[in-house]
């Protein structure tokens, strides 16, 4: 194998730069989030928006509800093309996650979800925070209307709902 770095300016390299701030982070994160990670090393946000749906098309990260992650095919790509990064790039991006860490580790992670399953629907609902997970329901709708409703729901209130759920099991 070659020991040449990749461009810091190149299409690779830019990609190889998102599966090693993803793979990094250890946890899915929204694009938003994920943004400031990668403009810190220099990309602009159409690129990053450009390159991670190019990542995702070719099976190296996922979107799940609008939450970004890598997959073991991007782990393995990673693993044979980060030695070929520029320090600096590696650099730039271990210093946002140094710096933001606690933010970045603290965010509550709300996840919503549903699956068609025979006649009716699968919603499953999660609320985690520091790795740890607060409140996970998983429970059958009868139409997809009400499957959507529900995630919608908990997405926009997922606190106030976590609270009566826990009021009303605890009184």
Same mark, same amino acid.
């Not at 991006?93 to 979800?113: C, F, G, P, Q």
């Given at each position: 194998?070659?020991?040449?770095?990749?461009?810091?300016? $190149?299409?690779?390299?830019?990609?190889?730069?998102?599966?090693?701030?993803?793979?990094?982070?250890?946890?899915?994160?929204? =694009? &938003?989030?994920?943004?400031?990670?990668?403009? $810190?090393?220099?990309?602009?946000?159409?690129?990053?928006?450009? =390159? #991670?749906?190019?990542?995702? +098309?070719?099976?190296?990260?996922?979107?799940?509800?609008? +939450?970004?992650?890598?997959?073991?095919?991007? %782990?393995? %790509?990673?693993?044979?093309?980060?030695?070929?990064?520029?320090?600096?790039?590696?650099?730039?991006?271990?210093?946002?996650?140094?710096?933001?860490?606690?933010?970045?580790?603290?965010?509550?992670?709300?996840?919503?979800?549903? &699956?068609?399953?025979?006649?009716?629907?699968?919603?499953?609902?999660?609320?985690?925070? $520091?790795?740890?997970?607060?409140? $996970?329901? &998983?429970?059958?709708?009868?139409?997809?209307?009400?499957? %959507?409703?529900?995630? +919608?729901?908990?997405?926009?209130?997922?606190?106030?709902?976590?609270? +009566? %759920?826990?009021?009303?099991?605890? #009184?």
């Amino acid at each position: 194998m070659n020991n040449q770095t990749i461009e810091p300016s $190149s299409e690779a390299a830019f990609r190889i730069l998102l599966l090693y701030a993803l793979s990094k982070l250890g946890a899915p994160i929204s =694009r &938003e989030e994920f943004a400031p990670i990668l403009l $810190s090393s220099g990309g602009s946000w159409i690129d990053l928006q450009l =390159r #991670t749906d190019a990542l995702i +098309e070719d099976g190296l990260a996922r979107d799940e509800n609008g +939450e970004i992650s890598i997959t073991a095919d991007g %782990v393995e %790509v990673l693993n044979v093309y980060r030695d070929k990064l520029p320090d600096t790039s590696l650099t730039a991006v271990d210093e946002y996650m140094n710096t933001h860490r606690s933010r970045l580790r603290d965010r509550l992670y709300i996840k919503a979800a549903f &699956e068609q399953l025979g006649a009716g629907y699968l919603v499953r609902l999660s609320m985690a925070e $520091s790795g740890q997970t607060l409140l $996970s329901l &998983e429970f059958d709708t009868p139409t997809r209307d009400q499957a %959507v409703a529900v995630c +919608e729901n908990w997405k926009a209130n997922p606190q106030k709902i976590y609270s +009566e %759920v826990i009021r009303i099991l605890t #009184t």
